[in-house]
């Protein structure tokens, strides 16, 4: 309640303030490239104020509460040279402007906001990230609707693609992912159900960054960086327009059953004051098969599962520098399928589906995930100081299978989260002469977080476990003459985790047939602190060599559930659970040379006194192995433009990491292939004559890893069964016939390669060892009006 109290009182404050109105004008605009073609999706903000916007397909955009006088709009997009352009502001209901872009392979200056929680552009952020551009998603969703596949194929260091509905094994440079929508976390660090990353479908999505790397500036559980999924804002000036989504999805090869669709609807729409956003998508998926035709299994499978998702976001103008946005976002999945596994061989014959009259138990999948935020700004609110206050609540539910043998009694397991916060942000830009200017951005952050994995008959499998965080920051940026960004923070974390009283669920032990738990374990208070932070330096003042080197830290509390689960004491206050620190060195370099090629080259050293990897004993349980880690590699990227209408490209990343299991400083132990993915390759070659049609052909690569040795027996130990290499191949492809109507095709697995994915090798057990799509194809039928 204080909380909300401080976000009321300024709220207060700020409509009652006494200052002066300041005169402020709109701009709107239409952006174009050098042939007259729109230029879609293209980043527009104003130099020296937090305000932006994106234009959409059409490339028209409008920027609203702009100071009255001369200003210089910053203009860029993947694939066109940025450009700075000065506009007056004169005070009258618009100005209309025209500008043109020149076509490139890559432009490095993408706005994004997550990095210090200010627009800035990405040649001057000190470290790693990936955009995934509102393009970028729109051709991977022509051809595998999952948010874990999209950024499978777009991120160098993200881990592989499951096909499932769990995303276990699909880390970030070989450590645990922060999720975020808008900036409210997603994942349940208190209880890692592998679930955070599928939170939403594609289709609500603007764009996505990802920031590489351990990052303090968001929080618990950054280990390996944060992927901050953004919500779509208005499309175009029109107080109303609209826009339609057909697709129907079947499998190439042996096609029965496999047919799906979906549908989506978006309406938006801006006035003078108020502007939104109205998404929405239902989809059913059908069967899924291998490359052979035969059902792939029902574990935690995607085929015939009915997914929707509902985005409403409506902003309003309370006066010419302050705003306020609602935004609900809905997210939900259910599984129809009914069948049931027929149980292979590792290594030897796969486990696949067979039909049956019902399946036990509830529907798996994520029944809810719910984000509602209230969203209020102030561009000035004491002097230049500008204000972001948000205020939030998630409410997050997954249902995993059931399990007639693991629990006793059987039973079916779900991670229930409910979090509440607010994040309190202010930023302060100052100049020092002509040479060096930048921005103080600080503030508060404060966290609310119960979460638990309980089963369906109400018998808790970890304890309720309550969080309570309050983090201030801070962060300075410094450029020095607009060439040189020097950027520095620190995060102080004040963590509470208060732990109820619990008995420990009677599991299965398969080595002594018997059931093992039921101890009573007195819960009780844990607390965290840590200062952590940050530095980095980056040089832009040449396109053709930009470099920076950058030092950040992270702190997580992980898996503290699992460690309570499986409790051999009676006391909390008794288990280890002592949080991670991470430490990541990076250096990295990227550039453009002449029009025609861009790259990017990023290498990385991570480090933490205590790791948190799994290993699984005789008994079946999974234990967590609290000993020092090391994790290193490399990311490489390249893209070509030898001719207007043909764009080549590609990227290689490397990780490798290993533990200090004696703690003598000799890291002798290699960590599993569930952290550690497998060298990945992607390529794609895109064709686009003219606007009106685009064809691209992507390849992905997943390398092979051999680590690790089988017992006696010859069984390989969880995670640690070698990944062998295989490739894919994918076809996107549209064509516009009208300014309304649009047509998409997508193939995935377009050779119908028979494969096993790589956490179906890796994973070295028979219910696990399950094949990957054969080809399907998705056919997409758009109209805007």
Do not use: C
């Not at 202010?426 to 002469?433: D, N």
């Not at 018998?459 to 520095?488: E, G, H, I, S, V």
């Amino acid at each position: 309640m204080r909380n909300v109290f401080v976000l009321f009182s300024i709220l207060f404050l700020s409509f009652n303030s006494t200052a002066q109105p300041v005169a402020t004008g709109t701009i709107r605009g239409r952006v174009v490239s050098a042939d007259g073609q729109p230029a879609a999706f293209v980043s527009i903000s104003l130099k020296g104020y937090p305000q932006g916007t994106t234009a959409d397909e059409t490339g028209t955009f409008q920027l609203g509460s702009l100071p009255v006088g001369s200003q210089t709009l910053v203009v860029s997009a993947v694939g066109f040279d940025p450009i700075e352009q000065v506009v007056q502001v004169d005070g009258q209901p618009a100005s209309d402007v025209l500008i043109t872009l020149k076509a490139n392979a890559r432009a490095l200056n993408e706005v994004v906001v997550t990095a210090s929680r200010q627009a800035e552009s990405l040649s001057k952020v000190p470290s790693a990230v990936s955009i995934v551009t509102p393009r970028q998603i729109t051709e991977q969703l022509a051809i595998n609707t999952n948010i874990t596949n999209v950024l499978m194929n777009t991120v160098p260091g993200f881990g592989y693609f499951t096909n499932r509905t769990s995303n276990t094994g699909q880390t970030l440079r070989g450590r645990q992912v922060l999720v975020l929508i808008d900036g409210v976390p997603q994942s349940t660090p208190l209880r890692n159900g592998g679930r955070d990353i599928r939170t939403i479908d594609p289709s609500a999505l603007e764009r996505v960054e990802v920031i590489k790397g351990a990052t303090a500036i968001y929080g618990n559980g950054a280990d390996g960086g944060i992927i901050n999924y953004i919500t779509k804002n208005p499309a175009g000036n029109k107080p109303f327009s609209g826009q339609t989504w057909v697709g129907l999805t079947s499998g190439l090869s042996n096609a029965t059953d496999t047919q799906g669709w979906r549908l989506s609807q978006q309406f938006s729409g801006k006035t003078n004051r108020i502007d939104y956003v109205l998404n929405g998508t239902v989809e059913r998926t059908g069967l899924f098969k291998d490359a052979t035709g035969a059902v792939i299994s029902p574990f935690y499978n995607l085929g015939q599962m009915n997914s929707y998702n509902l985005l409403a976001k409506v902003g309003y103008r309370l006066s010419d520098r302050q705003r306020v946005e609602v935004m609900y976002n809905y997210f939900g999945s259910e599984s129809k399928l009914n069948y049931r596994e027929q149980l292979g061989k590792f290594g030897v014959t796969p486990t696949i589906g067979v039909p049956t009259e019902s399946v036990p138990g509830r529907p798996q999948g994520t029944p809810y995930n719910h984000n509602a935020t209230v969203r209020y700004m102030h561009n000035e609110l004491i002097g230049k100081t500008g204000l972001e206050v948000v205020a939030y609540l998630q409410s997050f539910r997954t249902v995993y299978g059931y399990e007639a043998e693991f629990f006793e009694n059987g039973g079916q397991s779900n991670v229930v989260s409910n979090k509440n916060g607010v994040r309190l942000n202010l930023y302060t830009p100052y100049r020092l002469g002509r040479a060096v200017s930048g921005n103080l951005v600080y503030g508060l952050d404060a966290l609310n977080d119960q979460t638990a994995q309980k089963l369906e008959d109400g018998r808790f499998w970890t304890p309720d476990m309550r969080m309570r965080n309050l983090a201030p920051y801070a962060q300075l940026k410094t450029d020095f003459f607009d060439q040189l960004t020097l950027k520095a923070g620190i995060r102080y974390e004040n963590i509470a985790v208060r732990v109820s009283d619990f008995t420990t669920l009677k599991t299965y032990n398969a080595t002594t047939k018997k059931y093992d738990g039921g101890l009573a374990v007195q819960g009780g208070d844990l607390t965290y602190n840590a200062l952590v932070g940050n530095i980095g330096l980056r040089y832009s003042g040449l396109k053709a060599i930009q470099p920076f080197v950058s030092f950040s830290q992270a702190f997580s509390i992980n898996e503290l559930g699992r460690i309570l689960r499986t409790s051999q004491r009676s006391v909390v206050s008794q288990l280890e659970t002592k949080p991670i620190i991470v430490n990541n060195y990076e250096a990295g370099i990227a550039g453009q040379l002449g029009r025609y090629v861009s790259y990017e080259l990023n290498a990385y050293r991570s480090s933490s006194e205590l790791g948190a990897s799994y290993r699984q004993l005789p008994s079946g349980v999974f234990e967590i192995i609290r000993a020092p880690e090391r994790v290193s590699g490399y990311e490489a990227a390249l893209d070509i433009t030898p001719l207007r209408w043909l764009a080549i490209g590609g990227s290689y990343a490397y990780i490798e990491g290993k533990s200090d299991g004696n703690a003598d400083g000799d890291y002798e132990t290699y960590l599993g292939n569930d952290r550690i993915a497998s060298p990945k390759t992607t390529a794609y070659i895109r064709l686009q004559p003219s606007a009106a049609w685009m064809l691209s052909i992507s390849t992905l690569t997943a390398g092979s890893r051999d680590r690790f040795r089988p017992n006696a027996s010859g069984v390989y130990a969880y995670a640690q069964a070698p990944v062998r290499a295989y490739t894919l191949v994918n076809l996107s492809g549209s064509y516009q016939f009208t300014p309304a109507w649009s047509l998409a095709l997508g193939v995935e697995n377009l050779l119908n390669r028979d494969y096993f994915p790589a956490i179906s090798q890796w994973a070295a057990r028979d219910a696990d060892y399950i094949k990957g799509n054969g080809a399907r194809g998705t056919l997409t039928v758009s109209y805007r009006y």
